[in-house]
């Protein structure tokens, strides 16, 4: 073991020694010619990867003498697995302190990750809650809160605001507030919470509890493992009650436009029936990737006589016992559907209009999380920020490698139940490279289901599946471009969401969501995820071609794990500390 970590110390000693030198070059020769520089905001004030010798130099030249990095050191005992030493790693910059991953080979590094995890002289801390000096006036926390709560976006005006208060909202509040970023996150709901109570009965979150934690504040230890819609619910409003999170419920944004002369944001806000205008600086879309519908057109629909509604808007089964449902999808939110009404006695048909990944659940859970997000996980000292940190290790342009093999296991294990699927006529598959379900979700945040009991249902017949496209809606059914007609009484358009960018669209104009772009996908090239290659989530978590204008969402892990990197971009604008952007995202695609 000492002679692994020789080896990864004399890596950095080498490495610093040519950063404090200036040497770039000599830099950029200890990556391998095949290597990848994963920056999470600290050298770049970006989200980026940067390839190759050629890569790092570029990134090196833009933004060394601003960075200033040094005190590089292992960060516990570094670890070897066949050609491959693993070493964690801590450093500083000029402004902040980071942590990272480092991944040798025979040939140099292979992989690194620098994150920024703290800004010098606003580190996060303890607050006092009191102070022990008695003097006439003294104010108490309920008074100072509810002076808060009276004055901000009235007579003080937030520096951020947030459009979106589900999850992805919620956990940006809580990290603004614990830097001292005075913020105001904004929902249209009663509730924190109603954005998962309102959805269907049967909805529960398809990830393991361990995946799921939010900030500062994990899941209690008896805490169900996939926790039921209404009990996140729950644990939203309280936690946005507990972090203090600055929310307006029943706050809904009409419009939004910014002013390029005094770098501010003008949003109208429709506050319980009052117009309030805020004035904030920076602009967060937490709208999340499930949030702008995608509510499909087909002639008829005017005159269907039954009902129709978008999966986003389905009220549950109970209303439709003995009913014929034709649900159109067959992704998660379709399968979700589809089982919880035929638990309640419904006829229903699912139309399943291209292939579908399926993993079960227990599958996914042992071969496809377990090692990082389980317990298991955590009795072998992989805490949810190591395992967060692993996870953002692996550089999106290899990152399949990793999975194909989980996935061949998965398959292997779970052959029987697959050949019983497709002899039911279900059109599955393994993604465009057989890499699986999470490469999916970040190329194209569609295109599977993880099956807690609905694809048995359909693999033995007691759900209907029909193949095809939808052609139109007579007053009675829905009719395939084959001519299948299928008799409803309820459709459900399970048809999945649109780019965040529809939100700007909407609220500011179509002139800035065409100059931000598509929101998501890695560029990949593969099924509805277009190239170029961009390497990272386009336009997520970081400075977008629109000044002051940024994006926040995914799900509970990502809410959790790069709200800490868009809360310290935020911060150092607040504190006015230069932020100068290393390769801001061009734009290929506007939707």
């Given at each position: 073991m000492t002679e692994t970590r020789d080896r990864v110390e004399a890596w950095l000693a080498e490495f610093e020694t040519a950063l404090r030198d200036r040497d770039v070059e000599r830099a950029a020769a200890l990556f391998g010619v095949e290597s990848f520089w994963r920056d999470l905001v600290a050298f770049s004030w970006n989200i980026t990867t940067v390839e190759g010798r050629a890569g790092v130099a570029d990134l090196l030249r833009a933004r060394l003498d601003d960075a200033d990095p040094g005190k590089f050191e292992v960060d516990g005992e570094p670890t070897e697995a066949g050609d491959v030493t693993e070493a964690w790693i801590r450093f500083e910059t000029r402004v902040g302190r980071g942590a990272g991953h480092l991944?040798?080979?025979?040939?140099?590094?292979?992989?690194?990750?620098?994150?920024?995890?703290?800004?010098?002289?606003?580190?996060?801390?303890?607050?006092?809650?009191?102070?022990?000096?008695?003097?006439?006036?003294?104010?108490?926390?309920?008074?100072?809160?509810?002076?808060?709560?009276?004055?901000?976006?009235?007579?003080?005006?937030?520096?951020?605001?947030?459009?979106?208060?589900?999850?992805?909202?919620?956990?940006?509040?809580?990290?603004?507030?614990?830097?001292?970023?005075?913020?105001?996150?904004l929902d249209r709901h009663d509730r924190p919470g109603d954005q998962w109570r309102k959805r269907y009965k049967s909805l529960c979150l398809h990830d393991p509890v361990w995946y799921d934690h939010l900030?500062?504040?994990?899941?209690?230890?008896?805490?169900?493992?996939?926790?039921?819609?209404?009990?996140?619910?729950?644990?939203?409003?309280?936690?946005?009650?507990?972090?203090?999170?600055?929310?307006?419920?029943?706050?809904?944004?009409?419009?939004?436009?910014?002013?390029?002369?005094?770098?501010?944001?003008?949003?109208?806000?429709?506050?319980?029936?009052?117009?309030?205008?805020?004035?904030?600086?920076?602009?967060?879309?937490?709208?999340g990737m499930s949030g702008k519908a995608n509510w499909p057109t087909f002639p008829g629909q005017d005159v269907f006589r039954g009902e129709q509604h978008h999966s986003s808007g389905h009220p549950g089964p109970e209303a439709y016992r003995g009913k014929k449902v034709v649900v159109?999808?067959?992704?998660?939110?379709?399968?979700?559907?589809?089982?919880?009404?035929?638990?309640?006695?419904?006829?229903?048909?699912?139309?399943?209009?291209?292939?579908?990944?399926?993993?079960?659940?227990?599958?996914?859970m042992d071969i496809?999380?377990?090692?990082?997000?389980?317990?298991?996980?955590?009795?072998?000292?992989?805490?949810?920020?190591?395992?967060?940190?692993?996870?953002?290790?692996?550089?999106?342009?290899?990152?399949?490698?990793?999975?194909?093999?989980?996935?061949?296991?998965?398959?292997?294990?779970?052959?029987?139940?697959?050949?019983?699927?497709?002899?039911?006529?279900?059109?599955?598959?393994?993604?465009?490279?057989?890499?699986?379900?999470?490469?999916?979700?970040?190329?194209?945040?569609?295109?599977?289901?993880?099956?807690?009991?609905?694809?048995?249902?359909?693999?033995?017949?007691?759900?209907?599946?029909?193949?095809?496209?939808?052609?139109?809606?007579?007053?009675?059914?829905?009719?395939?471009?084959?001519?299948?007609?299928?008799?409803?009484?309820?459709?459900?358009?399970?048809?999945?969401?649109?780019?965040?960018?529809?939100?700007?669209?909407?609220?500011?104009?179509?002139?800035?969501?065409d100059r931000v772009g598509k929101v998501w996908g890695l560029g990949s090239g593969t099924t509805k995820d277009p190239g170029p290659w961009e390497g990272e989530q386009r336009n997520m978590w970081k400075p977008t071609q629109q000044e002051n204008l940024w994006f926040h969402g995914g799900n509970l892990h990502q809410s959790r794990h790069y709200s800490l990197y868009l809360a310290l971009q935020l911060k150092a604008r607040y504190e006015g500390i230069p932020t100068p952007v290393y390769g801001l995202q061009e734009v290929h695609h506007t939707q």
């Open positions: 991944r040798l080979k025979d040939d140099g590094a292979w992989t690194l990750l620098t994150s920024l995890r703290e800004l010098k002289g606003f580190e996060e801390g303890r607050p006092q809650g009191v102070e022990h000096e008695l003097e006439p006036g003294r104010t108490s926390w309920l008074e100072r809160r509810r002076t808060e709560e009276q004055t901000l976006g009235y007579a003080e005006q937030p520096y951020v605001v947030v459009i979106g208060g589900g999850q992805g909202g919620i956990a940006l509040g809580a990290r603004l507030r614990q830097l001292g970023v005075p913020a105001l996150v900030p500062y504040l994990p899941f209690p230890k008896n805490w169900p493992v996939f926790a039921p819609k209404d009990k996140i619910g729950d644990w939203l409003e309280m936690y946005t009650r507990v972090m203090e999170v600055p929310y307006w419920s029943r706050s809904e944004v009409r419009s939004a436009s910014f002013d390029a002369d005094t770098k501010t944001w003008s949003v109208i806000v429709d506050r319980d029936g009052e117009s309030v205008e805020l004035r904030p600086k920076q602009l967060v879309f937490a709208t159109v999808g067959s992704n998660n939110s379709a399968f979700d559907i589809c089982g919880a009404l035929w638990e309640h006695g419904a006829d229903v048909t699912m139309v399943q209009r291209s292939s579908t990944h399926i993993v079960k659940s227990a599958s996914l496809g999380l377990g090692d990082l997000y389980s317990e298991r996980a955590v009795e072998a000292g992989v805490t949810t920020d190591k395992a967060d940190m692993i996870f953002a290790s692996l550089p999106y342009r290899i990152m399949h490698e990793f999975q194909i093999p989980l996935y061949e296991q998965m398959a292997e294990r779970d052959r029987d139940f697959y050949a019983r699927l497709e002899k039911a006529g279900f059109r599955h598959d393994w993604g465009d490279d057989g890499s699986g379900l999470f490469m999916k979700y970040l190329r194209r945040g569609s295109g599977y289901y993880i099956d807690v009991g609905a694809a048995e249902l359909v693999a033995d017949g007691r759900i209907k599946l029909v193949q095809g496209q939808v052609d139109h809606l007579t007053e009675t059914a829905v009719v395939l471009q084959d001519g299948t007609t299928l008799d409803a009484d309820l459709v459900v358009y399970a048809t999945g969401y649109g780019s965040m960018n529809g939100w700007v669209a909407d609220l500011i104009d179509q002139e800035t969501a």
